[in-house]
């Protein structure tokens, strides 16, 4: 197991800022994956809470608020 690749291992082969940004495009074209496919749309969202219809869009939006608040929180504990 001497060739396991670790966030440390990377970060001293690479340096803190090239790992940083490739995390974040990583983590961003998931998110454009998913926001994609599920067809999100803040405004969309935001129009159906402003109408007080509370439907898909906004549950969606909802859902992926919750969900990077949740992941952001447990990424802290895990530092």
């Given at each position: 197991m001497e060739n396991a690749v670790n966030?440390?291992?990377?970060?001293?082969?690479?340096?803190?800022?090239?790992?940083?940004?490739a995390g974040g495009a990583v983590i961003g074209m998931l998110f454009g994956f998913c926001a994609q496919r599920s067809r999100f749309c803040l405004r969309a969202a935001v129009m159906e809470f402003w109408h007080r219809t509370f439907g898909v869009k906004l549950s969606v939006w909802l859902l992926a608020f919750s969900t990077a608040v949740v992941v952001v929180q447990a990424l802290l504990l895990a530092h």
């Open positions: 966030l440390a291992t990377l970060v001293e082969r690479y340096g803190e800022g090239t790992v940083l940004a």
